[in-house]
């Protein structure tokens, strides 16, 4: 049990540009997070699959912005055109069930 | 819809001091409730999980407490030290969706 890894653990991009960030959670957890967590607040939830199917998306997970979970393994968030608004740490974390999440170290993104 | 409110934002302790982080939320239909602790440009590292059905939860020096029916949980970190330095995060799982909510955090500074 190696815990949630997360993949680039930074990008830079200029605006307009495309980025894929991955997460491989702990094995046989069923139950994968993606959160969204700008300076001096707490971690918004973005989506969350349950094997690999997309139970719930938040109202924040604009059209611009896909996650899959093929196979009920990695995940991956794509973000089309992206914005400087978009400029934020991207938090994945997995869980079995209803108990306690495990967090990665997240992927900083930059927006120039 | 969930909301999360922990007080204080900030906190600067003397080494030693015992302190006591607090976090309220709205929606009392939570599976369990979970205390995070993030260091700067870092993912979440949890520290406790109290399930709905439990009053408190210890690991070490750390105690937090849950009162599902007012909606709080505390978080005691006795004899504090400086690499306590952190932001807390509080996060009730549950409510009406499978996720958990988080505040803005007490960001905690333990002074040598």
């Known amino acids: 049990d190696t815990g949630v890894s997360q993949d680039p653990r930074h990008k830079i991009t200029k605006r307009g540009q495309n980025v894929t960030f991955r997460c491989d959670p702990i094995?046989?957890?069923?139950?994968l997070y993606w959160y969204r967590q700008t300076l001096g607040q707490g971690p918004e939830f973005l989506t969350y699959?349950?094997?690999?199917?997309?139970?719930?998306k938040s109202r924040l997970l604009s059209d611009r912005f896909s996650a899959e979970r093929p196979k009920g393994s990695f995940s991956t968030l794509e973000i089309q055109r992206t914005e400087q608004g978009d400029s934020a740490m991207y938090l994945c974390?997995?869980?079995?069930?209803?108990?306690?999440?495990?967090f990665g170290s997240g992927t900083q993104l930059s927006v120039l | 819809k969930q909301e999360v409110t922990q007080i204080p934002a900030a906190l600067s302790v003397p080494e030693g001091e015992n302190l006591v982080l607090n976090c309220s939320f709205t929606?009392?239909?939570?599976?369990?409730l979970q205390w995070f602790r993030q260091d700067p440009g870092k993912g979440l590292t949890s520290l406790l999980l109290?399930?709905?059905?439990?009053r408190e939860q210890t690991s070490g020096r750390l105690n937090a407490s849950l009162d599902k029916s007012s909606g709080r949980s505390t978080l005691y970190i006795a004899a504090s030290q400086p690499g306590d330095s952190a932001t807390y995060l509080c996060?009730?799982?549950?409510?009406?969706?499978?996720?958990?909510?988080f505040g803005k955090g007490t960001l905690l500074t333990v002074n040598p």
């Open positions: 974390a997995s869980s079995q069930s209803r108990e306690k999440l495990f």
């Open positions: 094995s046989e957890h069923n139950r």
């Open positions: 699959f349950q094997n690999e199917a997309q139970l719930e």
């Open positions: 929606d009392s239909a939570i599976y369990n």
């Open positions: 109290i399930q709905s059905s439990q």
């Open positions: 996060a009730p799982y549950g409510g009406s969706n499978y996720k958990l909510t």
